[in-house]
Nanobody, 115 residues
């Protein structure tokens, strides 16, 4: 089992920045992909950014050039630096880890961007 706890969400004005962090505990061996997803009201959960154990990254087109995902396996953390935020980024952000093909999720952290 992998437990994930997010932190760093909050309220920010458009154009501002936030940094989300996710700390993993439990059995971390075998975790390949880690990343972030988000879900806005009345919308489906969508991929934001992922990073593999080898450091390969993948971003949603809507966040490319604004968000940066990183991970520190020694500390069992994955982070998301979010810059140039706009109201369309408002959502609950979920940390995700994939271990042996199984998904694990955090409880989510709210990000609200005011115009």
């Amino acid at each position: 089992q992998v437990q994930l706890v997010e932190s760093g969400g909050g309220l920010v004005q458009a154009g501002g920045s936030l940094r989300l962090s996710c700390a993993a505990s439990g059995v971390f061996f075998g975790v390949n992909v880690m990343g972030w997803y988000r879900q806005a009201p009345a919308k489906q959960r969508e991929l934001v950014a992922t990073i593999t154990s080898g450091g390969s990254t993948n971003y949603a087109n809507s966040v490319k050039g604004r968000f940066t995902v990183s991970r520190d396996d020694a500390k069992k953390t994955v982070s998301l630096q979010m810059n140039s935020l706009n109201p369309e980024d408002t959502a609950v952000y979920y940390c995700n880890a994939v271990r042996w093909g199984r998904d694990f999720w955090g409880q989510g952290t709210q990000v609200t961007v005011s115009s």
